[in-house]
């Protein structure tokens, strides 16, 4: 079956990068549209940034200007590149397919950003 796989994650002050990596088993995600999603203590899951296969791209107005996603078609993988984190930011990160996600999500990447 389809899984997303979500290496990575950890530690950094407010105002750093970080960049997440989302591997998939079973699809080639430069035919799918492919999300990064967030959930952090106690709210909702949401999504922040998503992907096309034409490269069109939707974001958060949370992460707008700070985040981006990029694809690497070669090593089917979706990338989240953070820059300027801030301690709001502070959640697990997941991948899935945008709008339609698949109800087996993956460990999901811990990101925590201290002020």
């Known amino acids: 079956q389809v899984q997303f796989v979500e290496p990575g994650g950890g530690l950094v002050q407010a105002g750093g990068p970080l960049r997440l990596s989302c591997g998939a088993s079973?699809?080639?995600?430069?035919?799918?549209?492919i999300g990064w999603y967030r959930q952090a203590p106690g709210k909702q899951r949401e999504l922040v940034a998503s992907?096309?296969?034409?490269?069109?791209?939707y974001y958060a107005a949370s992460v707008k200007g700070r985040f981006t996603i990029s694809r690497d078609n070669s090593e089917n993988t979706v990338y989240l590149q953070m820059n300027s984190l801030e301690p709001e930011d502070t959640a697990v990160y997941y991948c899935?397919?945008?709008?339609?996600?698949?109800?087996?999500w993956g460990q999901g990447a811990q990101v925590t950003v201290s002020s």
């Open positions: 992907i096309s296969p034409t490269h069109s791209m």
């Open positions: 079973l699809i080639s995600v430069r035919f799918k549209v």
């Open positions: 899935n397919y945008a709008g339609a996600p698949l109800n087996a």
